[in-house]
């Protein structure tokens, strides 16, 4: 379970890695069955890929833009999905579908698994704690949660408490492509930001960037992709006062095949976001043979920077610029980063890598229900 799939990515890492998980399982003989709201200009597929795919179209009940979306009749097929399952895997945030689903394990008395892509954080506000008194005893009963960083599982153990379920470390995973970073030298000289346009990403950070980058390296253009979340307007602005309109450009959201092809074609990625629970838009890019520059905010920075995998900066727009346009000038400099995001993806990030500790995790949790 995941709480939206969408034509334009806008749920964005849970969706993502909910759906690589699955179609890897299904590759591996499993049967897989996604159940989630659809928000699109289409009908929702029936399928994604080898996984079943059962969806209604997502209402707001609530405010916010996911917090308070729903369908009723999504809880039936919560209620008959889960009954055919062996193993229950709710990809948890704070917000109505993840608590229906939660509801539903416990009223079903599965034994299921939790995973919170950083969503589930300490909140004071007086609506998150009135919330948590009816999510926080169901996410308890999870027979494990997983998360991505020792930063989510203390966060995540102050919000359930003593006494709770087992915290398992899972990073997330992306299907290696081989030939990603074989055509790199021929790609366009341009910067990529992919990722919602909403403060926390940063995107203005990244117009920034491109401003400073633009008076050192006058053929580089700049595009930035994805749903926009608040910050569009903002954008739009820096954009025109820096005089960048034929510089820097904004594409829109992407579904998943076109943001494999703008990280294949891309020459630099930039992630400014701060506060980052993982960065799975990092590892698709190293994926996909594209240099990432990030920032120490990105819990996985650490990591990347002790493999040479990416450049990691202090999220400030000068030492983003000087991260690109070193990039852009040093072809060694970009080789040695390509091919360290390429073995850091197949030794630790690969979907094969997370989907065997995951069916390990499954088997077990499996053997717990046949033999209670």
Known sequence: MVTLV??????????????????????RGHEATLVSLWQGRSPAPARIGAVALRTRPARSLLPGRFTGIMHPLLVRDLWRSMGQADVVHIHAGRD???????????????????????????????????????????????????????RERLALAQVIGPGGPSLLTLPNGVRPDRDGAEGHWHRDREVLFLARL???????????MAA??????????????GADEGSLPAVRRLIASHGLTDIVSYGGALDHAEAVRAY???????????????????????????????????????????????????????????????????????????????????ETFSIHAVTDRLEEIYRRLCHIGCTE
Do not use: N, W
């Open 264 to 346: 294949a074609k891309a020459a630099v990625y930039v992630l400014p976001s701060v506060d980052e629970p993982f960065g799975m838009t990092v590892i698709e890019a190293m994926s996909a043979g594209t240099p990432v520059v990030c920032t120490d905010g990105c819990a996985i920075a650490d990591d990347l920077a002790r493999r040479g995998a990416a450049v990691v900066t202090d999220g400030s727009p000068s030492e983003l610029a000087d991260a690109v346009c070193g990039l852009l000038a040093d072809d060694e400099r970009r080789h040695a980063l390509v091919s360290a995001g390429r073995r850091a993806v197949e």
């Open 198 to 208: 909403h403060p926390r990403k940063r995107p203005e950070s990244f117009v920034e």
């Open 212 to 225: 400073l980058v633009h008076r050192r390296v006058l053929d580089a253009r700049f595009t930035l992709y």
């Open 96 to 150: 109505l579908v993840s608590l229906a689903a939660l509801a539903v394990a416990a009223l079903r008395r599965k034994r299921f698994l939790a995973q919170t892509h950083g969503m589930v954080e300490p909140r004071r506000a007086a609506l998150v704690r009135l919330f948590d008194r009816v999510y926080v005893p169901l996410l308890r009963r999870a027979r494990g949660c997983l998360v991505l960083t020792e």
């Open 6 to 27: 969408s034509d334009d990515g806008a749920y964005g890492g849970p969706t993502s890695v909910a759906t690589g998980q699955l179609e890897e399982c299904a590759a």
